[in-house]
């Protein structure tokens, strides 16, 4: 084996790897479409994946994993801080020397009679001032498969990296796919990252959630960047101007439809246009003019695949529909191709479930697809990809928005009153459990930034790091901070906002604001549209009706406000000074 780069730091790190792990085989992956090709063929003669019908679905695949191993899992997913406060209270902390003592003792000699093959991998455009390097060893053609769509992998990876010893560790050993010794840990301090016993994507794509958003928040924290669980999209109005937005929202409040929002008719008439920079992720940093910048550190789309269809998000779903690799759905035997539940309304009756079991989905009780299961699509697949996509200095950001799923209390759209105020307006992210999660209905979680399980140190010290960014920049230069609230109902239960392709319209009214071209009424929360400001051309709805759901209803506001406070309680000395500021002067206005 010839090895891709000199760096004595990997080179050294991973001789000491190939002695615990014990490979029969080692390979570096240099990211050639032959070496790709040649590993898909390896994957589909082992039964390890499927190869689909090449004239529907060309280059695309089907791969299952154990049905014990279809979701991240949070409880066994550490932050391994050398002290136990840095972890904060929100996160499972191991001490780091306990936990690579336990790992490694679960990975030794588990590679034996297989292969390890070693993933130079860019975050990022490669060389891209934002851009940081991972190197995973693995033993799984999956995951090295699925890292080649979701990052930029391969040997000009390492050139970039040259000598420095600034990349991020990482080793993934599937072992015996055991539930009972399957960890995820992050060691921010040293760079590294370790899964064992786990074949599933979050578990195992460890440029994902574990590298992009655990770790690179704390680099971030120690560098004066951000890295920030949101979609990137950019508005075009139709002269041509692009403004772009960063958003986040908690899982199942439609962040994938929104970073590839097609715009209602009369929009789209006018020339108006969304592009897609990103669907997950941000790494957002200064420009030398003094704004913030944002990349998409991924290069593919790891998205859910039950609900996605032509009318929920056409977008997505052609991007799936070639060089894709789909996990977990069902397999239509008449066709080859693939199916699951929300794709459309006939699901084949001569099929494999996602447990590899013969399935006809007109009459059986069971899913065709498991609930999680998921895509790898490559990001140039998007029909609305941006052209600023692969932009090695990213996009000007001009607004940042959060979001969550409120039934009663949060209007359709408010805008902080300033940076800080919007950190506190991130910092009380909830939405309510819907029957699908848990048996409670209705109970408020929070979701502070959409990153409670990806934030990889305190979370007290991450808001305070977020008011510091907001010290370094001129309030003018400023993104401006809003939060969204798509899920409103009326008594009965129904919405009461259509959502979809309309939330353009909601976010018209943002970039309107950000402009300085929209007026706002001031309440005791922050600043709301008139209605007679959000366009509703073409909408079966009325300016009365909208301003139903551009209400601040002071009683529970008042109730939200205890939540709030005992949410802050747990983070103790590390919650900003700022926020329980931001929380007096919420309840001052209440009381107004």
């Known amino acids: 084996m010839e090895n891709l780069t000199s760096n004595k730091s990997v080179l050294s790190w991973l001789d000491e790897k190939i002695d615990l792990l014990k490979p029969s085989k080692i390979v570096w992956i240099d990211g050639s479409e032959e070496q790709i090709a040649a590993l898909k063929k390896e994957a589909c003669e082992t039964g390890e994946m499927i190869k689909l019908n090449e004239e529907l679905l060309p280059d695309c695949y089907l791969h299952r994993t154990a049905e014990n191993d279809v979701a991240r899992v949070e409880a066994r997913t550490l932050i391994c801080s050398r002290e136990e406060k840095d972890a904060g209270p929100t996160n499972h902390w191991m001490d780091p020397q306990k936990a690579y003592k336990m790992l490694y003792d679960i990975a030794a000699g588990s590679y034996e009679g297989r292969t390890m093959y070693i993933i130079p991998y860019s975050m990022g455009p490669v060389g891209s001032p934002f851009s940081k390097i991972g190197i995973e060893v693995t033993d799984s053609i999956y995951v090295v498969l699925n890292m080649n769509i979701m990052t930029r992998v391969g040997k000009n990876v390492l050139d970039a990296l040259g000598d420095s010893n600034d990349w991020v560790r990482g080793l993934h050993a599937k072992c015996n796919v055991d539930p009972e010794n399957r960890w995820i840990c992050q060691f921010p301090e040293d760079n590294t990252i370790i899964s064992v016993n786990s074949a599933y994507g979050g ?134 191709t693939v199916w699951w539940e929300g794709l459309d309304k006939n699901p084949p009756t001569n099929a494999i479930d996602w447990k590899g079991n013969p399935w006809n989905g007109q009459e059986s009780e069971e899913k065709g697809a498991h609930p999680n299961s998921r895509f790898t699509a490559p990001a140039k697949n998007c029909p609305c990809i941006s052209p600023e996509f692969e932009n090695p200095q990213g996009v000007p950001i001009s607004a940042i928005v959060f979001g969550g799923r409120r039934a009663k209390l949060t209007p359709l759209v408010y805008q902080s009153r300033d940076w800080n105020n919007g950190v506190f307006v991130g910092s009380i992210m909830a939405s309510e459990t819907t029957a699908a999660a848990t048996g409670a209905v209705g109970v408020v979680r929070r979701d502070p930034m959409a990153m409670l399980p990806f934030c990889g140190y305190d979370m007290g010290d991450y808001w305070q790091h977020w008011i510091d960014i907001g010290k370094t920049l001129d309030p003018e230069k400023a993104p401006k901070i809003f939060n969204v609230n798509w899920f409103r109902k009326d008594d009965e239960g129904n919405f009461l906002w259509p959502g979809f392709g309309d939330n353009l319209r909601v976010l018209d009214w943002i970039i ?71 929380l007096s002067v919420l309840k001052e206005n209440l009381d107004k």
Request: charged share 25%.
């Open 203 to 336: 578990n195992v794509l460890l440029g994902k959630k574990c590298f992009a958003l655990r770790i690179a928040s704390y680099q971030g924290k120690n560098e004066m960047w951000q890295a920030e669980h949101m979609l990137i999209l950019g508005l075009q109005n139709p002269q041509g101007e692009v403004k772009y937005i960063c958003a986040a929202f908690p899982s199942a409040c439609g962040k994938t439809n929104l970073a590839m929002l097609i715009p209602p008719e009369g929009y789209a008439k006018k020339g108006y246009k969304v592009w897609c920079v990103g669907d997950d992720i941000s790494w957002i940093r200064k420009g030398p003019d003094g704004r913030l910048y944002a990349i998409n550190p991924e290069n593919g789309f790891f998205g859910v695949a039950p609900g996605t269809n032509m009318k929920s998000n056409p977008n997505a779903l052609i991007s799936t529909q070639k060089g894709t690799i789909f996990t977990n759905v069902a397999l239509n035997l008449d066709n080859n």
């Open 512 to 582: 309107s604001r950000c402009d300085g071209k929209a007026d706002a009424q001031e309440t005791a929360i922050g600043y709301l549209p008139y209605a007679k400001d959000i366009n509703l051309e073409g909408l079966d709805m009325t300016e009365a009706e909208l301003d139903k759901i551009l209400d601040v209803d002071k009683e529970a506001w008042k109730e939200e406000a205890k939540g709030i406070e005992e949410f802050y309680a747990q983070f103790g000395d590390t919650l900003p000074e700022e926020l329980k500021h931001q």
